[in-house]
């Protein structure tokens, strides 16, 4: 499997920013797509922002805007740059990549990592 290491998470005061990264152990090139997703306690596991491997970027509607996801595939890295941070940000956020290999899906999940939004 892909191993996903997560980094960049912290406290925050509203309207700073953050940027978080996500390298991975192997070359990215051949994911089909790669994305981050955040959960807040209580809350379910929301999708934040994709982008697949031909470029195509979506994101969630309440961080349009604010958010940019991007990748390096010379450092094989994912990143998401969080800009005027608002405290309904505050989640764990989890770097995913999908892998299809003979039609069959593979997920690569980081570990996590806190981000928290408050004065």
């Known amino acids: 499997q892909v191993q996903l290491v997560e980094s960049g998470g912290g406290l925050v005061q509203p309207g700073g920013s953050l940027r978080l990264s996500c390298a991975a152990s192997?070359?990215?090139?051949?994911?089909?797509?790669m994305g981050w997703y955040r959960q807040a306690p209580g809350k379910q596991r929301e999708l934040v922002a994709t982008?697949?491997?031909?470029?195509?970027?979506n994101y969630a509607d309440s961080v349009k805007g604010r958010f940019t996801i991007s990748r390096d595939n010379a450092k094989n890295t994912l990143y998401l740059q969080m800009n005027s941070l608002k405290p309904e940000d505050t989640a764990v956020y989890y770097c995913?990549?999908?892998?299809?290999?003979?039609?069959?899906?593979?997920?690569?999940w980081g570990q996590g990592t806190q981000v928290t939004v408050s004065s």
């Open positions: 192997a070359s990215i090139n051949s994911i089909r797509s």
């Open positions: 995913n990549f999908l892998r299809v290999y003979q039609f069959i899906q593979y997920n690569y």
């Open positions: 982008i697949t491997s031909g470029g195509t970027i």
